[in-house]
């Protein structure tokens, strides 16, 4: 029985980040660029206002105060998007609004609350001129041409992530598409004759599908796209039709069949359509986890058979599945947050495996305290929907009592990879 870290290398060693592919940039979120991006326009492109107020030159206005304001001619008015043809000289100003280009000859912005623009307004007085209130310094409110970039600089590196803020940079250089490594392709296939689809009448002794569809919303929130397969039967036709339609995708994950029961026959079958690595890691829930690469007309697909217990299926995807699809999708940050908490609840280990426990984490003050969500049998699937960490009890330790200080895996807390 390998370890998890073991378990996981070996993983890892077999997948391989994606070809790129081009695509507009709003559907690139949570992607990883495929290439260098330059600029090709300068931002902002001229100097501009950073207030709405006046245009000026400085020289007239350093010696404004309340009690003494500097009167200026207003020349002009000049909105973002527009330029002005009027050049500011001594004694002039050009109402300006955030945003709209400098016009020639100032080199001043005083927004509107430094000026008696107001006081002129409620008077009906001439709007024709202005009084400066306040002394500003020279160059005050002006943005920068190029202050944010500059046209030849590199703006994103190539296998950056690509988050709100970067779709937003990428928009305000005129990019419509981008390269990105492309989203993997994962076939989801559950196995069992006790399975009944959803939406189906529930015959006595049967259970719904929940394995396919915990692993595709998974696949899903870590970047990947699932296609689900349906069910696969205890019987090696069936099963290994079904494998057959996997071999086009990046990743085939499997739930069931790989325990050491009569009717658990995936094992056999895979080992038939490819080689198996291994098939038990020292982890609790999740210790009988297969992993191998299935081979049709020379091609290779990586995959990971997790137990058919719903809890377990999940958990193992956590920590395996997860991991394989982020460097498929070329991120380097592989593993889940992880916290240190006070733990409120006894969670036992009794043999020596390394046990993910649910929990609900909360914060009091400066602290977080971990509590069980209740039973922790591998079947009850509602203890994961409780909960938002998993405590880690050590392969070496008897257990965690209440008081004790635990790491907790944050399942909820997304890291950008």
Same mark, same amino acid.
């Given at each position: 029985m390998i370890t998890v870290e073991e378990a996981l290398a070996m993983i890892l060693d077999q997948v391989h980040v994606l070809d790129p592919e081009k695509k507009p940039i709003l559907a690139c979120l949570g992607q990883v660029l495929a290439e260098d991006v330059?600029? *090709?326009? %300068?931002?902002?492109?001229?100097?501009?206002?950073?207030?709405?107020?006046?245009?000026?030159?400085?020289?007239?206005?350093?010696?404004?105060?309340?009690?003494?304001? #500097?009167?200026?001619?207003?020349?002009?008015?000049?909105?973002?998007?527009?330029?002005?043809a009027q050049e500011v000289i001594p004694g002039a100003a050009i109402r300006?609004? %955030? $945003?709209?280009?400098i016009p020639k000859g100032a080199d001043t912005v005083v927004q509107f609350e430094h000026t008696d623009e107001e006081i002129r307004r409620q008077r009906l007085l001439c709007s024709s001129v202005i009084g400066i209130l306040r002394p500003t310094?020279?160059?005050?409110?002006?943005?920068?041409?190029?202050?944010?970039?500059?046209?030849?600089?590199?703006?994103?590196?190539?296998?950056?992530?690509?988050?709100?803020?970067?779709?937003?940079?990428?928009?305000?250089?005129g990019y419509v598409e981008i390269s990105v490594i492309r989203r993997p392709v994962i076939a989801i296939l559950a196995t069992g004759d006790e399975l009944v689809e959803v939406g189906q009448p529930l015959p006595e002794g049967k259970i719904y599908n929940s394995n396919a569809y915990s692993a595709a919303a998974q696949v899903t929130r870590c970047g990947g796209i699932p296609r689900i397969l349906g069910i696969g039967r205890?019987?090696?036709?069936?099963? /290994?039709?079904?494998?057959?339609?996997?071999?086009?995708a990046d990743m085939l994950i499997t739930s069931g069949g790989v325990s050491m029961g009569d009717y658990d026959i995936v094992k056999e079958i895979l080992a038939e359509h490819g080689t198996i690595r291994f098939w038990t890691v020292k982890m609790k829930p999740g210790k009988p986890l297969a992993f191998g690469v299935l081979q049709q007309a020379g091609r290779e697909t990586p995959h990971l058979g997790f137990?058919?217990?719903?809890?377990? /299926?999940?958990?193992?995807?956590?920590?395996?599945?997860?991991?394989?699809?982020l460097k498929m999708l070329g991120k380097t940050e592989? #593993?889940?947050?992880?916290?240190?908490?006070?733990?409120?609840?006894?969670?036992?280990?009794?043999? $020596? *495996?390394?046990?993910?426990?649910?929990?609900?984490?909360?914060r009091r003050d400066d602290r977080y305290y971990a509590t069980s969500t209740g039973p922790q049998g591998s079947g009850i699937l509602t203890s994961m929907a409780k909960a938002n960490g998993l405590v880690i009890v050590p392969e070496d330790s008897e257990g965690v009592n209440p008081g004790d200080t635990v790491r907790v895996q944050m399942l909820d807390w997304v890291s950008e990879g």
């Open positions: 330059i600029a *090709r326009i %300068t931002i902002p492109p001229l100097d501009n206002s950073a207030m709405d107020g006046y245009a000026v030159r400085h020289e007239s206005i350093k010696n404004a105060g309340e009690s003494n304001p #500097a009167t200026l001619h207003v020349i002009g008015e000049v909105a973002a998007g527009y330029l002005s300006i609004m %955030t $945003g709209a280009p310094q020279k160059g005050e409110n002006i943005r920068k041409a190029g202050e944010d970039i500059k046209k030849g600089d590199l703006i994103l590196a190539r296998r950056t992530v690509l988050r709100p803020q970067e779709i937003g940079v990428l928009a305000s250089l205890d019987n090696r036709d069936d099963l /290994s039709a079904k494998i057959a339609q996997a071999m086009d137990p058919g217990n719903p809890v377990s /299926s999940m958990i193992t995807f956590e920590h395996f599945a997860r991991p394989a699809i592989f #593993a889940k947050p992880t916290i240190e908490a006070i733990s409120q609840s006894r969670f036992k280990n009794t043999d $020596g *495996r390394r046990v993910y426990a649910r929990a609900m984490v909360t």
